[in-house]
């Protein structure tokens, strides 16, 4: 994907203000801020024109001229380091009025009042439900969704087969558990989606991005396929991790049973203790994989040894729903062993990375900016 300077701006105008992004967009802003140092620059500079101050402030005056002046007037006197053209500024001003006119109408709309960091259930008529939601239940054609702080379980109310797609979004610092209609437990790390049926007429199919810990439900006569973005998982009764984080790669670990592996080319036999990390643009690799470092994630820890460092930071960004910006791309490649630890602040993991690494790391809002020590 190329940078079009233009369109990440509206991008990142909306995320600063406090609107929410879809996946693709996430996914999108996630990778010109990865890839383009014209984008890390343009994020740095709009963050810091739109600060937290303006916006609070301008939401409790509700006084949308007052709010605009006051906006470029800030900009203008931060002169410091902005170069942030007096266009973006201007256009950031006039989407500040135009969210604060229409923000009180448009909370009426289940699209827009869905919160960003809310575990999101999505039926296949397209209603969408923040879980847990109120009670615990909610009712869904034929179905019932029985929904708390950790879990969902499917329960089939009626007789039809319900086959339409749900989905099942678990945002950035948050894990959660999907229960299906047959008993399989999907467990989901951070940053997920598992796209399914309420109920399973013959083969049971589903779809996962991200990463998640499967247990299936043992039947034979209706086997078990977990589809990912290059691959296909056949399964009749097993425990196993997919992980497809990585864009144009799927990682299977295999911890009880046995499962097949299929691409378009080749159709793999994977046995207990083996990952098959499947490539779009080469063939498949079975190795042995160590249960403590991959699995890591079920104990709410990460392991990593002697891993770059812009690994962990993916892992960072996943954990705490924050976004990296290196002042230079050679500075990701900084070696690192440690855990992440179910109880770690991202202030302590910062400080942990200034401490074993020739950097500086620093916490901005939801940012976390890795510059050279000086």
């Given at each position: 994907m190329q940078y079009d300077e233009a369109s990440f701006f509206q991008l990142i105008k909306r995320k600063l203000l406090g609107y929410p992004l879809s996946l693709d967009e996430e996914k999108c802003v996630k990778d010109m801020l990865d890839r383009y140092a014209d984008a890390r620059k343009l994020y740095c500079d709009l963050q810091e024109a739109l600060s937290n101050e303006d916006v609070s402030e301008y939401f409790r005056t509700r006084d949308l001229q007052a709010g605009a002046a006051m906006i470029i007037e800030r900009s203008k006197s931060r002169t410091r380091k902005i170069r942030i053209r007096l266009a973006y500024v201007a256009a950031a001003s006039v989407l500040v009025i135009v969210a604060v006119a229409g923000f009180f109408l448009l909370r009426k709309s289940p699209d827009v009042a869905i919160n960003e960091n809310a575990v999101v259930f999505q039926s296949h008529t397209g209603e969408k439900y923040e879980l847990p939601a109120m009670g615990g239940r909610v009712k869904t054609g034929e179905a019932m969704l029985l929904a708390d702080s950790a879990s969902v379980k499917i329960v089939h109310t009626g007789s039809s087969d319900n086959a339409g797609t749900n989905i099942l979004i678990v945002p950035p610092g948050k894990r959660y558990t999907l229960i299906l209609a047959d008993g399989t437990t999907v467990r989901l790390n951070a940053a997920s989606r598992v796209e399914f049926p309420l109920v399973f007429s013959g083969t049971r199919q589903i779809r996962i991005e991200g990463e998640a810990h499967l247990n299936v439900r043992a039947s034979v006569e209706r086997p078990f396929i977990v589809h990912t973005p290059i691959s296909s998982i056949e399964i009749l009764g097993t425990e196993f991790n997919v992980n497809t984080y990585e864009p144009g790669i799927s990682r299977v670990?295999?911890?009880?049973?046995?499962?097949?592996?299929?691409?378009a080319k080749e159709s793999l036999l994977i046995s207990p203790g083996q990952e098959a990390i499947t490539y779009a643009d080469r063939r498949t690799e079975v190795h042995l994989f160590d249960s403590a470092v991959t699995l890591s994630w079920l104990h709410d820890e990460y392991i990593f040894n002697n891993e770059r460092l812009e690994n962990i930071m993916k892992i960072v960004q996943r954990r705490f729903g924050v976004y990296v910006v290196y002042q230079r791309p050679e500075l990701a490649n900084c070696v690192v062993a440690g855990v992440i630890t179910k109880d770690m602040t991202l202030r302590q993991f910062v400080d942990y990375i200034n401490s074993v690494c020739t950097l500086k790391?620093?916490?901005?809002?939801?940012?976390?900016?890795?510059?050279?020590?000086?």
């Open positions: 670990a295999l911890t009880k049973g046995a499962l097949r592996v299929r691409t790391a620093s916490v901005l809002k939801d940012t976390v900016l890795i510059n050279e020590k000086k």
